[in-house]
């Protein structure tokens, strides 16, 4: 399938270096983008539907119940397109709610009931590089890229799935 992405050249080249990154770089550079993000993120923004919300929440829900290797691998899983329960959930939400989801993983790594980052993590120079990028982007941009990131992550979610 086919996602029907930004036509802004410069944001759809950094979603693909972002995606050719290693998955666990991937991991390591998305979290240290939320950390950069910091405040600039609100869930409560226009556009942030209950429905979402409830959608994000409820998965968030699941995953904090699982151990932290459970966790990590479901999150890796999502990066790698595996299909499982877990994966055709995620891909049966919208994007923004995709983004929601991310939004509170790592809020949950910040409170302890997400795996949280090795205290001596260091992101690989190839992400360092593809994170300042990213940063010299305007902040509506780097939304869009991370619409564009999150988007295809998961499996899809079938029709008549009882999710
Ligand atoms: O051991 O319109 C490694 C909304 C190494 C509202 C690891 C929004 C090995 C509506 C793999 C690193 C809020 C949705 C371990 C807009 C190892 C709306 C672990 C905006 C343990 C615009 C790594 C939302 C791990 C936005 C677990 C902008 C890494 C949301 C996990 C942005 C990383 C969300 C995670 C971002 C990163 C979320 C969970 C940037 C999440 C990032």
New binding site residues.
Partial sequence: MTFTQTNDPDISQTVQSLQSLD??DQ??L??V??KE?GNS???A????STV?TDIAEGLFNQVKEKS?EE??QL??DLINKADNEYTRMYGSMSE??K??F??R??QG?DNGT?????SD?KVSGQAEEVFNKIKGMEFQQ??TL?RDYVGPMGAEAKSGSDI
Avoid: E, K, N, S
């Fill in positions: 998955v666990d991991l390591g998305f979290y983008i939320y993000m993120i609100t869930p923004a226009p556009g942030a979402g932290h966790q990590l999150q890796r923004t709610t983004l929601l991310w939004y993983l790592a790594m997400i795996i949280p980052m090795p993590y780097q939304i991370f």
